[in-house]
C-alpha cells in the first residue's frame, strides 16, 4: 500500500494540483490529508473541491480549520483586525457546503495496516520543546539558515539528534505504541525512525518556508513487513501562481499580505512570520501590548517593514 501524506496546501491550487499528478504518477494508492488547507493564497474554495473529490482518502483538520470554526460562530462585522485578512479572505471565499465541511472534519485520525497503525494529526507535541526549537520551530529554523544554513540531509540527521537528546521529547516518542505517526503544521519537511516507530512531516504542499520552493509530500510504502519514506519536491510555476495572486481579489483586499506571501512563494524564506514578529514588536515600541494587534499597529508596521531585512 501506498500513501501519499500531504500537508498545508493554504489555498495554493497550482502546488496542490502538481503534487496529485505527482502522486498519481508514482502510483498512490491513498491519499492522507493533514489540516490547513484555506488560508494564504486565495483558491482555498477550489482546493476544498478537489481534496473532496479525493478517493480514497483520509482527511482531518488543522489549526486553519480551526480558525475558520471560530468564524463560523462570529458575526462577519468583528472580522476588523488586518492581521486577520488572510483567514478573513479565505472564510469569505468559500461555499457554505465547504465551510461546513472544514469545520467538521476530526482532529485526528487512525489508519489501520496489517499490523501497524498510522495515526494522523496536525501537529505533535514533542516537536514543540524548547530544546528542539532550532529544528521545529519556524522563526527558530529560519534564524539558523540565515546565520549557518544546512542541507536538508544535515537537517534530517541533527533534527532526529535534537529530539532523542531531549528528555521531554524522548520520553513522548517512547510512551507512544510501536506504530507510525504523521504530522505537519510547521512547514518543515521531515521523518525519522526510532525504535519501530516511525515519524513524517509532508512539510507544506503550498507554502513552503524551509528554502526550497517546490511543492513537499511524502509517499509511505506498507508492506507486511516494512515500510519505505520517499520525501518529494514538485517543480511548479512560481510565477504563475505569483501574477495569479497578485491580480487576485485578494490581493485587493490585503496588498500587504499579499506581497509577503508572494515574496515567501518566490524565496521558501520565512516572510509570514518575520511579518508577524515585526508587527508585535510595533505594538510594544507603542506601548500596545494587544492581540492581535490594533490597526493602528498595523499601519505604522507596514510603514516600517523593510522585507530586504528577512
Same mark, same amino acid.
Given at each position: ?7 498545508? %496546501?493554504?489555498?495554493? @491550487? ?39 473529490? @479525493? ?9 486553519? =480549520?480551526? +480558525? @475558520?470554526?471560530?468564524?463560523?460562530? /462570529? ?8 492581521? !486577520?485578512?488572510? &483567514? ?29 497503525? %498510522? ?53 513522548? %516518542?517512547?510512551?507512544?505504541?510501536? =506504530?507510525?505517526? @504523521? !504530522? ?19 512539510? #507544506?504542499?503550498?507554502?513552503? %518556508? ?21 520525501? /518529494? ?14 491580480? #487576485?481579489? !485578494? #490581493? ?20 509570514? +512570520?518575520?511579518? &508577524? ?13 494587544? +492581540? ?19
Amino acid at each position: 500500500m501506498k500513501y501519499a501524506i500531504i500537508s498545508d %496546501i493554504h489555498g495554493n @491550487l497550482p502546488a496542490f494540483k502538481a503534487v496529485l499528478e505527482d502522486a498519481k504518477a508514482q502510483n498512490a494508492d491513498m491519499y492522507l490529508l493533514l489540516g490547513d488547507y484555506t488560508s494564504g493564497y486565495p483558491w482555498g474554495n477550489d482546493v476544498t473541491e478537489v481534496i473532496r473529490g @479525493l478517493s480514497p482518502a483520509v482527511v482531518i483538520g488543522g489549526n486553519g =480549520e480551526g +480558525y @475558520l470554526s471560530d468564524l463560523r460562530q /462570529r458575526n462577519e462585522t468583528d472580522f476588523s483586525h488586518n492581521q !486577520f485578512k488572510p &483567514v478573513y479572505w479565505a472564510y469569505r471565499s468559500l461555499t457554505a457546503d465547504n465551510i461546513k465541511y472544514l469545520t467538521e472534519l476530526p482532529e485526528t485520525a487512525v489508519v489501520p495496516h496489517v499490523n501497524d497503525k %498510522i495515526h494522523l494529526s496536525h501537529t505533535v507535541s514533542m516537536v514543540h520543546h524548547k530544546q528542539v526549537a532550532d529544528f521545529f520551530n519556524p522563526h527558530n529554523f529560519h534564524i539558523m539558515m540565515t546565520s549557518a544554513p544546512i542541507t536538508h540531509d544535515e537537517y534530517l540527521i541533527r533534527a532526529k539528534e535534537a529530539l532523542l537528546s531531549c528528555p521531554k521529547a524522548l520520553a513522548e %516518542i517512547n510512551a507512544e505504541p510501536k =506504530e507510525i505517526y @504523521l !504530522f505537519g503544521h510547521n512547514h518543515i519537511q521531515f521523518h525519522m525512525e526510532h525504535d519501530g516507530r516511525l515519524f513524517i512531516n509532508p512539510g #507544506s504542499c503550498g507554502d513552503a %518556508i524551509d528554502w526550497n520552493p517546490t511543492a513537499a509530500y511524502t509517499l509511505l510504502t506498507c508492506t507486511d513487513e516494512s515500510w519505505a519514506v520517499k520525501e /518529494r519536491r514538485i517543480q511548479y510555476d512560481l510565477n504563475i501562481v505569483a501574477n495569479g495572486l497578485k491580480t #487576485s481579489g !485578494f #490581493s485587493a483586499y490585503s496588498p500587504m499580505w499579499s506581497e509577503i506571501i508572494r515574496l515567501q512563494l518566490l524565496t521558501a524564506k520565512n516572510y509570514f +512570520y518575520q511579518f &508577524v514578529i515585526h508587527l508585535i514588536e510595533t505594538g510594544k515600541k507603542l506601548g500596545h501590548d494587544e +492581540y492581535p494587534v490594533s490597526n493602528d499597529v498595523w499601519d505604522t508596521a507596514v510603514k516600517s517593514w523593510d522585507a530586504n531585512q528577512v
